[in-house]
């Protein structure tokens, strides 16, 4: 005999009362991964206008757009370090 659908819903999700994920559609985190993408692309074409950076001993004419991004990864890369000392200063401690 056949198995029907109904039996095999009912021991995918024994303790559950959410149907069985059949993989079909797009992942969520796909969906969320686009709308960024697409929001950077519109921020990088939008911030086109010109910004004078002045920054201790020198100045430098670029776009907004630029100087925003170089302030984002200098504060990556001073976080990546921040947090490297702070685990090797914990981890010496002990």
Do not use: C, Y
Not at 43 to 52: E, G, L, T, V
């Amino acid at each position: 005999m056949m198995e029907s659908n109904d039996s095999k819903f009912r021991r995918n999700n024994e303790g559950g009362g959410e149907a069985a994920s059949s993989g079909n559609g797009p992942n969520a985190a796909l969906i969320a991964f686009i709308i960024v993408v697409a929001g950077a692309v519109a921020f990088f074409i939008q911030n086109d206008k010109p910004a004078k950076v002045t920054f201790l001993f020198f100045d430098k004419s670029t776009t907004v757009r630029w100087a925003i991004i170089t302030a984002v990864v200098v504060g990556i890369v001073l976080d990546r370090l921040l947090s490297m000392w702070w685990r090797r200063r914990r981890a010496n401690r002990r």
